[in-house]
């Protein structure tokens, strides 16, 4: 994600952002800054202690007039502003300006830290950006003006999230060898996040690697139709009950449809899960087996557009039998901005994290089999391996 020109950021009273009305005199105040924002077209990152760097080089008063810029050295720390060794508290970082060809790409914070703020795109202001420093007072202007109602569109309760296609799983898959490290593994994946061929993406924000572990009781389903068939699992929840997991499909492949719904029945043993797909859900289903799966989730997300992917490494015990099974996944998870047709964005992200992963793989002498086996077919291997594909009624 290389950067050749400086971005801008504006900082000022938080009152801009929200168009609260209020008498103190110092609301029109704001400051611009360059600063680094490595990032792409959708996302960027700014770290507050590039700021220590970084001088005012422009003011404008509560009537958008410019004033004479002292050039005072900023700080950003525990979200308070000091500006020449004064805090202002009621001052925040409210907007980043980038160049592009057609103007100042305007992108507002979504997540604020300590160290350092995710920022969103949101809009572009028109202004030729290949003959100046910084954005001229105009700019500044019209976008301040514009914030109150950029922030409503970054600042839903889902905080701008969205995921395409939502009953469906977008997911490669690679095997591994039983004996692989799998924590090893995604330790090793994570360091290469932001960098070389991943250079488009960075972990995701404050989210970056997930641990799991989780008990599932499989179930197949082989009707009343077609298009009822896949499998059911009850994966317990902390608080209790249970979260169902319905898939559809006939076969292993990268799509499969998926549903999760609650079940709030507390300590339900195999038979009450049985009833309560037959008799209640009316389905034709058959208990499969159980096993315990661990989960080391590398999360990452694309600068470029936005979305969200997995790369999760995992182990799974099946009850009663020796061996587990390994698994690389890459999976798309979800995605930031504004809700759009973009299955061809997921699938070729997919596919580049994909070819990847098997390059990797294979410069770390990983021993792994790219297909699209799922616990499903793997515990019906264990149920029967004289016919590991039996047929269905």
Known sequence: MPETRSCWLILGPWHTRYDHTTDNPRRGLHRLAAVPAPGGRTTRVVTWNHLRYSRSVLHTDPHHRALTATAEPLAYRQLTLTADGHTAPEDMPLVLLAPESAGWAVYLPVRLGDIDALFHRVDIVPEPTSHITHPSLDTVHRTLQALPGYSKTVG?????????????????????????????????????????????????????????????????????????????????????????????????????????????????????????????????????????????????????????????????????????????????IRSRGDARDCEHEIIAELDHLRDWTQHFLIAHDVTATADYTSKYTHLRQLAAPADPYPPRP
């Open 156 to 332: 839903s309760h889902e905080c701008w999230y969205f995921k395409h296609d939502p009953d469906t799983e977008y997911e490669h898959k690679f095997t591994l060898d039983p004996g692989t490290d799998i924590y090893r593994l995604a330790r090793d994946v994570k360091a290469h996040i932001g960098h070389g061929d991943l250079a488009r993406y960075r972990a995701e924000y404050r989210n970056d690697f997930e641990l799991w572990s989780f008990a599932n009781h499989m179930f197949e389903v082989t009707g009343p139709t077609t298009a009822d068939r896949g499998y059911a699992s009850f994966i317990p929840r902390a608080a209790g009950g249970y979260t169902i997991k319905r898939k559809h499909f006939t076969h292993d492949q990268f799509r499969r449809t998926e549903h999760k719904t609650y079940w709030p029945a507390p300590h339900a043993t195999l038979a009450h899960m049985h009833t309560h797909l037959n008799d209640t859900l009316a389905i034709h289903a058959h208990y499969l087996g159980s096993f315990d799966r661990i989960r080391f989730d590398d999360m990452l997300e694309s600068s470029d557009t936005g979305h969200i992917y997995s790369l999760m490494t995992d182990r799974c015990n099946f009850h009663g039998y020796p061996a587990p099974l390994q698994q690389l996944e890459i999976e798309y």
